[in-house]
């Protein structure tokens, strides 16, 4: 079965350092996402990406978050001056073909902040 | 904005017992799913619901979504020890997903 891939799987980074999170979704899927969780918490919706542009974001995804489809294959998200709260994990999501169709997760990446 | 609850917050149970979660939303969702998360992997997808009222099974799993759409039950049968996770709801609210907290089910060999 087509699988979501991220990678690094940990990542930790010194606090005011910026941090690329990679992600492969599944290769004819058009609807792309990033989430968040906190531990102890509950997923929180960062970004959805269609067409090469953002289609929603929520109040999280401030100045400091990015994403990027550069190649056709890769989906990023930079953080670009990380804080003490960003640790979380990030999980990248694929949507399929057609609007709000099941989304396919990656098994995430693992953000530490010191 | 729109909340899911989820209950219960945690189960131990025996295995080959029967298992059942609800959630419950605050306002109507049009698709809701089901996926379980392992320690250390990804929300995998369980079950995806349309239509309200529908019942929908993937093998020893059953969920049915709310008349209402605002609410949703999980059943697992026969329990084994691999179903051992946490459990979570989420609404498919304009290409985001809204989350539960999820349930965490142990399951006793």
């Known amino acids: 079965e087509p699988e979501v891939t991220q990678t690094p799987s940990h990542q930790v980074t010194q606090m005011g350092q910026e941090v690329i999170l990679r992600c492969v979704p599944i290769s004819n899927h058009l609807y792309f996402y990033w989430y968040r969780q906190i531990l102890g918490q509950k997923v929180e919706f960062l970004v959805s990406f269609y067409n090469n542009e953002i289609s929603e974001k929520s109040e999280i995804f401030d100045d400091q978050f990015s994403v990027e489809r550069p190649d056709g294959s890769n989906f990023t998200l930079k953080i670009r001056s990380t804080k003490l709260e960003d640790s979380a994990m990030y999980f990248c999501a694929s949507g399929g073909t057609r609007l709000n169709q099941p989304q396919h997760f990656g098994d995430g990446t693992r953000l530490s902040i010191l | 904005g729109q909340q899911l609850n989820q209950s219960p917050q945690s189960m131990f149970i025996q295995e080959g017992e029967d298992v059942s979660m609800n959630c419950t939303s605050s306002s109507i969702f049009n698709t809701w799913l089901w996926y379980k998360q392992e320690p250390g992997e990804g929300p995998v997808l369980l079950i995806a619901?349309?239509?309200a009222g529908e019942l929908t099974s993937n093998g020893r799993l059953t969920a049915q979504f709310g008349i209402t759409r605002k609410d949703s039950f999980l059943n697992i049968s026969a329990s084994i020890p691999s179903d051992v996770g946490i459990y979570f709801c989420a609404g498919l609210e304009d290409r985001k997903l809204i989350w539960g907290l999820g349930t965490s089910l142990a399951v006793n060999p």
């Open positions: 619901l349309y239509k």
